[in-house]
């Protein structure tokens, strides 16, 4: 067993997770690899243990947030030392998450979060410019993520994630909200946890459908917004 799991949330990914797999292998040969599979009804879990995963399956559709939630409950009482997330479309490439896990091991945060939306050597600033209706969104998101964790985060929505065990609780506590990863942000810094935003590359989805097309991109803005809102109300009353 290693001491780091890295874990994926995967709900009908059949087709992206063999080449997502194989690639962690190369880039990170002595983590353990958990793929929970939600409910799916392709050949998810088949595909994930032939390609050397453990599966952690539900017997039904639980949404992401239960997804997340469960991959780090699964560390926390496996007693890893580290975690990280990736997703399982092909767009957090697994170079970028050994990086993230580096930083976590050398003691330089709790939690690392790759971003988009933020520059540094090698990562240049606006190489991802979202169009329309997401740059808006963007925009709103971030102005409100600045307000309530009262420093500033680019990239509230990424999935791409190394931590250590002290975010381990924190993590595998349900989330409430349809943001699971904003609610994760929130978290992490009313905990006084050491947060780093870290610029990193990512893809485009690799194939498949996407859960997040138009109407929904808008319905999550709003979640997210509500989510912001509730839980600076839930501090005021503190
Ligand atoms: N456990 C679980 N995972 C899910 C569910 N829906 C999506 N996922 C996984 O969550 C990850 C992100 O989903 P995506 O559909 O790629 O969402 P996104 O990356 O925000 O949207 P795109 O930018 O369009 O790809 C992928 O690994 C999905 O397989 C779900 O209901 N349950
Ligand atoms: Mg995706």
């Not at 709900?11 to 002595?30: G, I, S, T």
């Not at 009804?41 to 994930?48: I, L, N, Y």
């Not at 109407?215 to 501090?235: C, E, I, N």
Request: hydrophobic share 45%; proline share 6%; with cysteine.
């Amino acid at each position: 067993m290693s001491d780091t799991v890295v874990f994926i949330p995967a709900w009908n990914e059949e087709q992206n997770l063999p080449a997502v797999l194989d690639d962690l292998r190369r880039e990170l040969p002595d983590v353990d690899v958990l793929v929970v599979d939600d409910g799916s009804t392709d050949g998810t879990a088949a595909v994930a243990r032939a390609h050397g995963a453990e599966v952690l399956s539900f017997g039904e559709n639980r949404g992401l947030k239960a997804g997340i939630a469960a991959g780090y409950q699964w560390a926390l009482e496996h007693e890893y030392a580290f975690c990280g997330r990736v997703d399982a479309d092909g767009q957090h490439p697994p170079a970028e998450l050994r990086r993230l896990l580096a930083m976590v091991r050398n003691d330089e945060c709790d939690v690392a979060v790759g971003s988009r939306f933020v520059s540094g050597p090698g990562y240049a600033p606006y190489r991802y410019m979202p169009e329309g209706p997401r740059r808006f969104g963007i925009a709103v998101l971030r102005r409100s993520m600045a307000l309530v964790l009262r420093r500033p985060f680019g990239d509230a929505t990424s999935g791409l994630y190394a931590v250590n065990a002290k975010a381990l609780p924190l993590l595998a506590r349900p989330f409430e909200s349809g943001a699971p990863e904003v609610e994760a942000l929130i978290r992490i810094v009313d905990a006084g946890l050491r947060l780093e935003e870290v610029p990193v590359n990512m893809a485009e989805r690799a194939g498949g459908e996407s859960k997040l097309r138009g109407k929904k991109a808008v319905v999550l803005v709003l979640t997210v917004t509500a989510t912001l809102l509730a839980a600076k109300t839930a501090r005021g009353r503190r």
